[in-house]
């Protein structure tokens, strides 16, 4: 398997327990759909990709309906998306994707975790080159050949597909595909999906270190205390980073 596997299998085991936090994050992600490109999900890709995600961790239809009408009203705020850059103790390189309504407050909230941990927020561009950025979908795995799947995908730059497995709410174990690609590829790949009806479970985009700093138990909690601060901000929507595991 490649890194887009084992960065995966890395992910699962650190979900956040909080589903408040991934209800929040979505909420974001609305928003900033609808801006973009309108309320209407038949129009508006992401809009459509981001519903989907809502599905996948069990948000209630009536909060993602709410969060689509609230986004279309006049007076709502818009959410910007900034990347903080920087290093955790130890050498290892942290990237930080925000989407805040107050630049301020999340430079300062971001500064002061890595000051706190010892470590040193970079400057722009200082860290994001050992990352690759990609985009990933979780599909339906019944009825799929994955070779074939793959061979159809791959004029679209895809890079990884493999079976993942899963569990609902009632703790069934449900069966997917996963499939990796290149960041600008997501829009082909989302279109190819739905027009041939494969269902897509959830859908977005990762940054997958190109490589990973082996340490030891104890430095591993140093650079542990760094990313619970970090994702523990409202603001956080994504943190990622080059420590191995």
């Known amino acids: 398997m490649g890194r887009a596997f084992e960065f ?17 994050r979505i909420g974001k992600d609305i928003v900033m759909a609808v801006k973009e490109g309108g309320p209407d999900p038949d129009s508006n890709s992401r809009l459509r990709a981001v519903i989907q995600n809502a599905k996948s961790v ?19 705020g818009d959410y910007k998306e900034v990347i903080f850059e920087g290093y955790a103790p130890h050498g290892v390189a942290i990237l930080v994707e925000t989407a ?15 000051n706190k941990c010892d470590g040193s927020l970079g400057t722009s561009g200082s860290v994001v ?5 990609t985009c990933n979908f ?9 070779e074939e799947l793959e061979l159809e995908l791959i004029d679209f730059g895809v890079e990884e597909i493999f079976e993942d497995t899963d569990e609902d709410a009632d703790g069934n174990e449900i069966n997917s595909v996963m499939i990796y690609a290149p960041f600008e590829s997501f829009g082909k790949i989302q279109s190819y999906l739905e027009t041939n009806d494969i269902e897509i479970l959830s859908s977005g985009f990762e940054r997958i270190p190109q490589v990973t700093k082996p340490l ?10 760094l990313l619970e601060k970090l994702e523990e901000d409202d603001d956080v929507q994504n ?3 080059t420590m191995e595991g």
């Open 239 to 241: 943190v990622y980073h």
């Open 138 to 146: 979780k599909v339906k795995g019944e009825a799929l050949n994955l």
């Open 8 to 24: 995966r299998k890395a992910r699962k085991m650190k979900r956040w327990s909080a589903m408040s936090k991934a209800f929040t």
């Open 216 to 225: 030891d138990a104890e430095k591993v909690a140093d650079v542990e205390k």
């Open 100 to 114: 805040t309504d107050n630049n301020t407050r999340t430079v300062a909230n971001v500064r002061s975790y890595f």
């Open 58 to 76: 069990n948000m209630p239809k009536d909060n993602v309906e709410r969060a689509i009408k609230k986004a279309s009203e006049k007076g709502q």
């Open 129 to 133: 080159f050992m990352f690759d950025h």
